[in-house]
């Protein structure tokens, strides 16, 4: 509906005016042109409440046919039906394909039932009632009848919709929406199953499931909410193709790297006579027999892989590697064809168990192919990411830019019914009591805001709700009993109370017995001491006491009524009434329960806390906003859920011994739903290859593969909608308007008020301390600022300040000097970057009132001779003698001022001071020039890499290599003493003050004492651990590279203002730490056999008690799990592994399985216990991501303004570069090729030039990808000659383009690089043919032949030959490269310093979980293989818990390590946990930014777009596709190109055909030969986007002086007419034409008028007739 339009009443819908309706119909079809723009009004649409605005619904219009209200719908043949709620329904009027007619009565009835509200509250109880029959293995006696009761009521259903609707007679009938498709397609499959003989039950349980869907339709906004989705995946097109693409194309390479590899296994060769029995056997029956001669290593399931690469797995001595027997993981992972290498690479995508992947193919081709790891699971991995997610966030984006857009027209035409309506109802209020009339008028406005779609209206809506009107004789209660003014004494105390309990001071206590009570709810674990028990449960009673003192005097200074009428006040009374029922029922058995709600007293700290309460209103107001979208996800997880359990639960029963040796149900099944429930959770968490692996071996791949691809994709499509959603919430936070409520504002007041206090203490005694004469000290400070001025730095002068000023800075009062925080950044101020300081006497002697003579110079005229002379001589060397000698006697005279007051020395010693000053600059000068000169900083450079490299060397094998040893030894004191040169020349150069003033000063000073303490290290044998810290030699590369400063500097801009809300989610964590350890602390231990590393069942042990006692004790151990509950330290521990979904599992299966403290776990005994782990990944993982995801990405988007929408991750030459790269990804830089002059050559440039010759080439490129995907391992020989000879014609047909292209191009084929990478795949594809007929196979496999061939494949992804979607989707990646090669350099260098730090600690740490011969801190190599692994969130479990063996039971601290000094295989747990928390949480702060530089681009490009404006890109387009049009240059087109030019365009200038009327209208100046210039096209183009815009001028100003500067010799020309006068002109000319013809043919008419005419004669000249007004008409209308 138009705003404009008038608003008009309900009018029922009858006969006339259905038969005012078609013939209002049939006269639009008659007429040649209709109204446009018209669009379905959103607040009337079907579903949604009619708005009060068009007036009152009376009881005769409920459930009564309607004229349609919306305009659009004025005229579509159908009706409007409102129901008692004043919803929407709307029905078609015709009366076709069995379809009543709207006035009759049955129709009318089965209408009045279908839009009843009754009526949909009775589909939904059924549907929810089916839902949870079908969630039951075994159903109830009456299973049976409700069932057919419920499929009753579906068909009563359908029959009402059919009668009301119509069969199919327009949009509104019941075919005509795709829910009653489903829905009539279910029931009726039901009903012939239920009543036929035919046997589907089975088939029909699975059918059935899709009824839960039907909770969609039922509820708007999640109907609604379908289509955004859909439309959203519409958008997700091209990105689901190029991953798809993407997949393949590393599929194929992954088939040809390591197909069959996997089948290499450690093979033990029968000796003769051989009766010894053979070790390490799993025991397993499901292999063949030949797997009694294979090796395992202990506890693994498959055989030891092996190679025979020179760096792949070996195999242990008696032992050899050959191909045989199955793939590992039941032979499901695998390269051996394209299907399980496509799974394997989509599994590496999702990067869902990729470290087992990874070492299997390390041991089975060599460690050289991690770099393919590193390019899937990192690189593309991450790339895909970012495309969907930067994809779905511009939409989200979009979608959020439209719905502010409706509010903004919705509310203006609303708020005048909303005030008439208000001003009725105060007009109709005469009731006697203010409250009444106040709340009742309040609820009048809250329904009339509910027209609105407004988020803060809504809000407000909300808030008004809250204080409903209640009965009258509540009020009067609440006045007896709820408000307390009885007498005056009472009225006394209540203001004494008043005063006490809303002092600040009060509130400052209460949030410190906040924090103490944390700390008390922390203290506890396992085992603890009788007397730390009873510490902590007094003062838990002491707290309860506070809090119910708290309450008592609030509710007495605030009377009851109002005490509850504040939120926190109602919950700070429910965490006071639940210690007072903990306290109560301390002593019953069964309550201790109660102890977990103590925890909730953690949140009353958001009262005080501003942040923590910001967020948690953001969050509810986000939820709420969102609640469709978390309504569909659960709906589509328990969807999931049951169709799982009805397609694979019976299998799992079947099969059970398929997938378990003792053929019992494993944790992880269908069998039932909470089972399955759990199996679809962590399939959305990202954990579902092991349990693929188990529905592979239970049912069939084309059941398991389909079921588990739809929950990935769809679920990760609901979740990345609402992470991006909250992620959008919270990125504003910052934004939103709240109050602060007194308690936050009198927390600020009390620590003002401490604040005020201490420094007025400290005042106080200063001044007793300083006893100085006034008048002397200001004489002193007059002459020391006057004659010292130029003795300090500008940061010296600015940096230091009096404690007179602290008051200033407290009242807001800012200096205008250097601040503290530039002094303290990792960003150089300009006044220690820029100049170089010299102090007097190098600062060595400081003035003992220095801070007042500094305090004096704070005023403005002291400022200016501050900057006038901060800059030293040093600063330059162009300073003039006069200048020096100034500063000279600058820095001179201070001093005899320091000695006697105004006394002079003599001339001679002046002379004599001077000299030596000299020579002093003249060193510090010579020092500024070394040290600012490209080439020392080069050497510096070059010797902090070889420092840093050196480190890599120092592994295990270090004392092995004497010389290389001695070599390094000798290189770290060259490399410690040119450092310390470096910094004492720094030192001469800068001074002191600016040196340590610099943070990459400082750091680089800290890095040369790390190399004197290792040297010193080294010289003394008590000192040897000093030697360990050299790791942190390689932070200098920091300070040396600018593109790794400039990341650090962005993640600190970045990260430090979201401190505070990492501290919310550490205090969000807190809370479910502390809750772990009261429901799991002491639960973990077990009885274990160590023989077999089995727990005992508990048939055979039942406690500690038992199992202690047992006889053969030495092999039983009651033993703690590694990661438990015992405290708040090893539960946050547990928690992050759980958040990283490593290791999970057994933490998990630990807590489902504890009983009670000192009992033997048994199996999933306490299966429930999956909730607190399901509720700490929503609560505790995904709601606190997304607030600090949104915190960074905040303060990304405002330094990103500060610095001009410019990236803040990339250098000012990269900007340049960045610049550079957009015009290259924009722009094709192929110079065009002249055609030659030679016929036959000609020709052939014809050819190859030609389009469809370049889709030829395309789909041979398509056909020799799909040859190579069609491989398989062990293919048949004719199989691999038909291949063979397939692709040697593939060979053929591309050297034979390579020669064409030769012939027709001649040099300029190599000036292209896309023909030289063509030339050099042909070339090597020709010799590794004819090197495998010389030599072999082994030499030369056929797979690199193919391998070259299929690289052309890239062609896909080449601007202009390939899908345009392609290339826009690729852009923003492109555009990041330079700051994502910034965040590759500094996540290198952090694993460089992470791995020489794990090879100092864990490289002699004993095998066990993830350290293993690939995986270890041995050598630099290895450790950086698993640091890799750690930044992907992979197998880090597994190294910390061989790193956990600390104990003489788990490792042997005495062991000899063959080659070196070092003994013992221990780990140390507490540097182990630091080292991966520390690298895990910066990797993820390093990846979560370099996920926002994409994203971000992906946000500028669709700004770029969406605005209305042109930019350089566009300009740069124009004339790529003018060149086509005009290849000879002569800035001309003809104009019957231009509207083929028009359509060619990109958008905002591109012109959709038909546009020849849009292009006439332009009137263009034309010139002789109806040509038109291009500055003429591209300023009537640019005018026609840019409209009325203000910089309109200014841009074609712009255009104009730009064009005529690129093209000087521009010819001149004379235009003759316009577009607009030539079709004028040609209208004329047709019309005198038909005139002329007109008239000629009445002249023969009358020449013949006395002939008869036949009938075929009279119909010609009809006929004739007919066209020439026909074309009149036409011509009168362009006209």
Sequence with gaps: MSASEEVKGLVPFTRESLEFMKQHIAKKHSEEYEKEDLKPSTDLEVGKELPFAYGNLSPGMVSEPLEDVDPYYKNKNNFMVLNKKRTIFRFNATSIWCTLSPFSSTRGTTIKVLVHPFFRLLILFSVLTDCILMTMINLPNMGSTLENTLLGIYTFEIAVKLIARGTWAGPFSFFGDPWNWLDFSVTLFELITRYSPLNFISILNVVRTLRILKIIPLNQGLKSLMGILIHRVKKLTGAIILTLLFLSIFSIIGMQLFMGHLKHKCFRWP????????????????????????????????????????DAGRCPEGYVCIKTGTNPDCGYTN???????????FRLMTQDYPEALYHQILYASGKSYMIFFVVVSFWFAFYMTSL????????????????????????????????ELQEGKEAAKTKPIQIELKKRLSISMSTCVDMSDDAALRHETELKESRKKCPLCWYRFAKTFLIWNCSPCWLKLKEFVHMIIMDPFADLAITICIILNIIFLALEHYPMSEEMSHFLDIGNLVFIGIFVAEMILKIIAMHPYGYFQVGWNIFDSVIVFLGLVEFFLANIEGMASFQSFRLLRIFKLAKYWTTFKILMLTLNNSLMALKNVVLLLFTFTFFSAVLGLKVFGGRYKEHVCHINKDCLLPRWHMHDFFHSYLSVFRILCGEWIETLWDCLEVADRFTCIPFYLMVILIGNLLIFYLFLALVSSFSSYEAAATEEHDEAKNLQLAITRIKKGINYVFFKTLCKKRNIPKETKENVNDMYVKENISDHTL???????????????????EKNTVTENESQS?????????????????????????????????????????????????????????????????HEKPKHLKNDYGQRSSSGQISKDTKKRRIWQNIRKTCWKIVENNLFKCFIGLVTLLSTGALALEDIYIDQRKTIKILLEYADMIFTYIFILEMLLKWMAYGFKAYFTNAWHRLDFMVVIVFCLSLIGKSQEGLKPLISIKFLRALRVLSQFEKMKVVVRGLIKTSLPAVDVFLVCLLVWLFFSTLG?????????????????????????????????????????????????????????????????????????????????????????????????????????FLPLSMLIGAIIANFNKHKIKQGESNIFITVKQKKQYRGLKKLMYEDSQRPIPRPGNKFQGFIFDLVTNRVFNIIIMIFICLQAITVMIQSDEQSIQMETTLHWINFVFILLFTGECILKLISFHYYYFTIGWNIFDFMVVVLSITGILLTEMVGYYFVPPSLVQLLLFSRIIHILRHGKGPKVFHNLLIPLMLSLPALLNFSLLIFLVMFIYAIFGMYNFAYVKYEAGINDVSNFETFGSSMLCLFQVTIFAGWDGMLDAIFNSKWSDCDPDKINPGTQVRGDCGNPYVGISYFV??????????????????????????????????????????????????????????????????????????????????????LPMAVGDRIHCLDILLAFTKRVLGNDVRMEKVISEIESGFVSANPFKITYEPITTTLKRKQEAVSATIIQRAYKSYRLRQNDKNTAGVPMIDGDRDVQAMKENVYFEEKSKIQSQI
Aim: charged fraction near 25%; glycine fraction near 4%.
């Design 335 to 345: 390269f051996d064809n394209f299907g399980w290498a496509l799974l394997a690479l």
């Design 1478 to 1563: 520390s690298y895990i949480c910066i990797s993820w702060l390093i990846i979560v930014n370099m996920y926002i530089v994409v994203i971000m681009e992906f946000f500028s490009i669709a700004s770029k777009n969406k605005a209305k404006t042109l930019s350089e890109d566009d300009f740069r387009k124009f004339f790529q596709v003018w060149k086509r049009f005009d290849p000879d240059r002569t800035q001309y087109i003809d104009s019957s190109k231009l509207s083929d030019f028009a359509a060619s365009l990109d958008p905002p200038l591109l012109m959709v055909k038909p546009n020849k009327v849009q292009l006439i209208a332009m009137d």
């Design 826 to 890: 990792l960003i150089p101020s300009p006044s220690v970057s820029e100049t170089v300081p010299i102090a007097s006497g190098e600062s060595d002697i400081e003035n003992p009132d220095n801070k007042e003579i500094q305090s004096k110079s704070g005023d403005g005229s002291s400022k200016e001779k501050v900057k006038q002379s901060s800059s030293s001589e040093c600063s330059t060397v162009d300073i003039a003698i006069s200048e020096e000698e100034e500063v000279i006697h600058g």
């Design 795 to 813: 940061s010296e002068l600015s940096n230091t300040q009096d404690f007179l000023h602290d008051k200033e800075k407290f009242s807001g009062t």
């Design 1077 to 1181: 350890v009261n429901l799991f602390a002491g639960k973990f231990y077990e009885c274990i056999d160590q023989t077999s590393g089995m727990r005992f069942p508990t048939s055979e042990i039942v406690n500690k008690t038992e199992c202690e006692s047992l006889v053969f004790n030495e092999s039983v151990s009651w033993e703690n799990a590694k990661l438990n509950f015992d405290n708040v330290g090893n539960g946050f521990l547990s928690l992050l592994q759980v958040a990283t979904f490593n290791g999970w599992i057994s933490i998990m299966d630990s807590a489902v399985d504890s009983v009670t403290v000192n009992m033997q776990p048994a199996f999933e005994v306490n299966i429930y216990m999956y909730c607190y782990f399901i509720n700490f990944i929503i609560l505790g993982l």
């Design 271 to 310: 000796q003769e006579n051989e009766n010894e029995t053979l070790q390490n056997r799993t025991g397993n029956p499901y292999y063949i027999r030949e797997t009694e001669n294979f090796y395992y290593l202990e506890g693994e399931r498959d055989a030891l892989l092996c190679g025979n690469g020179t």
């Design 388 to 419: 969907f997610l930067g994809i779905f966030a511009m939409a989200y984006e979009e979608e959020k830019h439209t719905a502010a857009e409706k509010a903004k027209k919705i509310e203006p035409k609303f708020q005048q019914t909303l005030n």
